[in-house]
């Protein structure tokens, strides 16, 4: 990742939780399973949910009032377009030759006759969007997921899917693209990316923050569940499950 991708990490880190989940909201993980520095986790987690209410989730809520859904719906079907490479190449890697050929078709549809992934008419052809990173390729192989990890701002991880993350920067085609307003860009890029996502579940993770008798062990559950639904490849959409 270049060095501008790293600040749009930390500024995207903000997010603490992108996504959310259709599994009850009271889910608790056990509290010292694969956890051995969860005192450490859980100042790192504390710290970013005051940030997050501090910052993102009042953010989150004026950009879901002034900008109309279907503007938010084409930014989303943009910015998903643009992982494209990245899902391609895991896909590749991971062999699933087809799940490939699914993503290679959408990024063609999309970039085209989609006008640049505006509207996804892949999708409305029947062919749904999947994810997949190097941190699920990497569990394919046989890795372990180490420890669990709250990374300072950066949220929820392990250090399979840190190592993840940082390959597939490697893995999207913009990072060595090289123009003047490139920094604002991919600054613009990110910051918009988890607006949207985190203004798409603001209810459910209240709901969740909510219910939960300890809110630390429900994101970390949460999170475990949804990267072993990934791995398995099972149905995954933004709305559903969590996409830390």
Same mark, same amino acid.
Request: charged fraction near 10%.
């Given at each position: 990742m270049s060095i501008s991708k790293v600040i749009m990490a930390a500024l995207a880190a903000v997010t603490l939780l992108a996504g959310c989940a259709s599994m009850p909201a009271t889910v608790e993980g056990p509290q010292d399973v694969n956890d051995p520095i969860e005192p450490f986790n859980r100042v790192m987690f504390n710290a970013t949910l005051a940030l997050d209410k501090a910052v993102l989730r009042p953010t989150a809520l004026v950009y879901r009032r002034i900008v109309p859904e279907p503007v938010r719906n084409s930014l989303r079907n943009f910015l998903n377009n643009l992982d494209s490479p990245i899902i391609f190449t895991n896909d590749v890697l991971q062999g699933e030759f087809n799940r490939a050929?699914? %993503?290679?078709?959408?990024?063609?549809?999309?970039? %085209?006759? #989609?006008? #640049?992934?505006v509207v996804d008419v892949a999708k409305r052809w029947g062919y749904m969007r999947h994810y997949e990173d190097f941190g699920q390729t990497l569990a394919v192989y046989g890795v372990s997921e180490g420890p669990y990890l709250f990374i300072p701002l950066l949220g929820p991880s392990n250090p399979r899917d840190a190592v993840g993350w %940082?390959?597939?920067?490697?893995?999207?085609?913009?990072t060595y693209v090289q123009w003047r307003e490139k920094f604002w860009y991919q600054t613009g890029r990110w910051a918009v990316d988890y607006t949207d996502l985190r203004a798409r579940n603001i209810e459910t993770l209240d709901e969740i923050e909510k219910t939960s008798l300890d809110f630390y062990a429900s994101v970390r559950s949460l999170y475990r569940q949804s990267r072993n639904n990934e791995i398995s490849n099972g149905a995954t959409e933004v709305q559903d499950l969590p996409d830390f």
């Open positions: 050929g699914v %993503t290679l078709l959408r990024f063609g549809a999309n970039s %085209t006759v #989609g006008l #640049g992934g %940082t390959a597939d920067i490697f893995f999207d085609p913009l």
